[in-house]
């Protein structure tokens, strides 16, 4: 990767930008743990950040997004599958922007895919009704965000 000097008037290659990502890759163990742990409003506000407030309630299974903004503000609290798809949306967000960015991570999120047997894996979030339902979209998005090295 090429070395940049504070101050430098050369800009960064696709390339170089490509390895300065990567050099941020997380540790998907890392990302799991924080799934689990980080308060349910932290989390909200992570996906709304990277993906917007309509495709954060779209994931959580709500019909109003404005409850996305309650959930960060702690107003109210998702329901218990709720939470659950946001943890798990949480996780494959956090691996995808790390590894590709915002917007490639809401391309894999609301596009066909081959190991969701072709359905978005925004929509087996959102009707998840137990972890059995979601399991493989973790999965799926680690193996994609592999892909980037």
């Known amino acids: 990767m ?12 696709d390339t170089d930008r490509r390895s300065w ?4 890759a997380i540790v998907p163990e890392q990302v799991s743990d924080d799934a689990a742990r980080l308060p349910i409003s ?8 990277h993906l917007g407030q309509r495709m954060t309630g779209y994931i959580g299974g709500v019909t109003d997004p404005k409850m996305v903004s309650r959930w960060i503000a702690r107003q109210n609290a998702p329901r218990d599958e709720a939470q659950r798809r946001l943890r798990e949306g949480y996780q ?3 691996l995808l922007v790390s ?4 917007e490639t991570a809401k391309a894999w999120l609301f596009g066909s895919n081959t190991r969701l047997d072709d359905q978005a894996p925004a929509y ?15 999965p799926a998005a680690r193996a994609f965000a592999g892909a980037a090295g």
């Open 2 to 13: 090429a070395e940049l000097e504070v101050g430098s008037a050369r800009s960064l290659t």
């Open 21 to 24: 990502r990567l050099s941020l």
């Open 42 to 49: 932290e989390i909200a506000a992570f996906l709304q950040e």
């Open 92 to 94: 494959a967000v956090r």
């Open 99 to 102: 590894a590709y960015g915002d």
């Open 124 to 138: 087996v979030l959102r009707h998840a009704s137990s972890w059995e339902d979601m399991r493989f979209v973790v």
